[in-house]
């Protein structure tokens, strides 16, 4: 519960910051709308590349404690200097900061403070959030039947709390922040950061920790460059004679051994024990020149992660259609009529709707689908597998795509017959399409995390996720 907690007040600091950056740039920066979309999708693909950092830091050096521990701070750093900054240098003259009343221009000095904090920011929420995941499912022993039925369980309410972070800092401070206020708005923000750090500090004691498994890079050329000196040999058929350590674990720290297996076997060569490598075997628990001679785990551990590669490509198209499917339904929302009486309703408020069906699903299914199915056969559910669900998130996707689609043809109606560019068509009728999206996100991105956290080994876990995680960047910066 303590880091979903402070899963919860992370996401929401990083979201203060997140959520209104363009129209900050364009009404504090001075930026054009060209340049703040810009800066605003550089600086989200630098959030999710970072998240590989903090996933090769937590899996190789620092471990996944420290990783959390570590970034956090800086993200609460990169929240103090931000509101230092917004609220000593750039809201000049006092009372700007809105789309009426820009800013004063501000020297370079300035801006680039401003855009120092703001990466900081970037730098540790992005290199946390892996390690953060990662970490919260190590908490549960996979060895013990309830809490390995728990563990399943836990990337769908880390996903919820993410949500509830989301969910929280895109109406509140969305709401504060548009209306011109925003030394409040980072200020929240910055409590919520100094308060996630105290809740994980708070359970140091409590957690159970695991020490990080050395460089998985090396590792990696290690295996490559074993087998090329060692392309003349001929693969045994079913792995017979291949190198592996005597025990139960691996030579790598914490990480359990992993069984042979047939794919890419041209890799296998990395194993096979020669004349020149059988001087150095005996009485080691691993060999002088891990370049010549690898174990079977460590070959295993590097088609595991080839194995991954092309899962991640897809994940990069389907963010890919998650992202703009989002931001063409705000453009929608934004020809439509906003209106509830004196208020207007923000059309990027709409995801609210995505954001509360994805947790009420989610939840859903785990509390109430899953235990009546339980009740009523009289036997265990097999779900389906992580990449059945992730398929049937992206159908859900399409038919909310042809909802929208559906939706812009009346919307074009309305504004034809009224002679209006706003549609007179109520924005909430978004409502269906915003549903779907919901249920489609909590099938792909639950299901992606628990695939990437599954099939990689216990060294590279949280790489895993990082990838995972990451495969938004490429659409932020192609973006941009």
């Not at 308060?195 to 695991?210: D, E, K, N, P, V």
């Not at 020149?276 to 002088?288: A, G, H, L, N, Y």
């Not at 994805?358 to 265990?380: A, E």
Request: hydrophobic share 45%; glycine share 8%.
């Amino acid at each position: 519960m303590l880091l979903l907690g402070n899963e919860v007040l992370a996401t929401l600091a990083f979201v203060g910051v997140e959520v209104n950056l363009v129209l900050f740039s364009k009404s504090v920066l001075r930026q054009t709308n060209a340049e703040a979309a810009n800066t605003f999708s550089m600086w989200m693909g630098a959030v999710y590349l970072f998240s590989l950092i903090g996933a090769f830091l937590s899996d190789s050096y620092l471990g996944r404690y420290f990783t959390c521990l570590i970034f956090q701070a800086v993200l609460t750093i990169g929240l103090i200097a931000s509101s230092l900054t917004t609220q000593h240098l750039l809201l000049k003259p006092g009372g700007c900061g809105t789309l009426e009343q820009q800013c004063d221009p501000h020297s370079k000095f300035e801006t680039a403070i401003f855009f120092i904090s703001i990466y900081l920011v970037a730098l540790g929420n992005g290199a946390a959030e892996p390690a953060l995941a990662t970490f919260g499912a190590d908490q549960f022993d996979e060895e013990d039947p309830e809490e390995s039925r728990a563990k399943t369980s836990f990337f769908s309410y880390f996903y919820v709390a993410l949500n509830m972070g989301s969910l929280i800092g895109e109406t509140i401070l969305v709401y504060i922040e548009t209306m011109g206020d925003w030394v409040l708005g980072f200020w929240i923000s910055t409590c919520c950061g100094i308060a996630a750090l105290i809740l994980l500090f708070s359970g140091t004691m409590r957690y159970r920790h695991f020490k990080p498994s050395g460089n998985p890079i090396s590792r990696f050329f290690q295996v490559i460059v074993a087998s090329f000196r060692k392309m003349s040999l001929e693969v045994p058929q079913h792995g017979e004679g291949l190198y592996e350590i005597q025990g139960k674990d691996s030579d790598m720290i914490g990480a359990r051994k992993l069984l042979h297996s047939n794919g890419f076997k041209f890799l296998d060569r990395a194993a096979i024990i020669t004349p020149v490598d059988t001087s150095f075997i005996p009485e080691k628990t691993s060999p002088t020149n891990p370049w010549r001679l690898c174990t079977v785990t460590q070959v295993e551990e590097v088609k595991c992660i080839l194995r991954l590669l092309p899962i991640w490509l897809c994940t990069i198209l389907s963010s890919v259609v998650f992202i703009q499917m989002l931001s063409l339904f705000i453009e929608q929302g934004a020809t439509m009529n906003t209106a509830i009486g004196a208020f207007h309703f923000p059309p990027a408020s709409m995801t609210a709707f995505d954001i509360i069906s994805t947790s009420t699903f989610i939840i859903f299914y785990d509390k109430l689908i899953v235990p009546l199915y339980v009740k009523l056969t009289k036997r265990k559910p097999k779900p389906p597998s992580e990449l059945q669900r992730i398929g049937v998130g992206l159908s859900i996707a399409v038919v909310a795509i042809i909802v929208a689609g559906l939706l812009e043809q009346q919307r074009r109606k309305y504004a034809t017959l009224s002679g209006e560019d706003i549609s007179p068509l109520s924005i909430f009728w978004q409502t269906p399409q915003y549903v779907l999206v919901g249920i489609a996100e909590a099938f792909v991105y639950v299901a992606q995390w628990e695939f990437f956290s599954s099939q990689t080994p216990d060294g590279i876990k949280s790489i895993g996720l990082g990838l995972s995680m990451s495969s938004s960047a490429m659409e932020a910066t192609y973006a941009a």
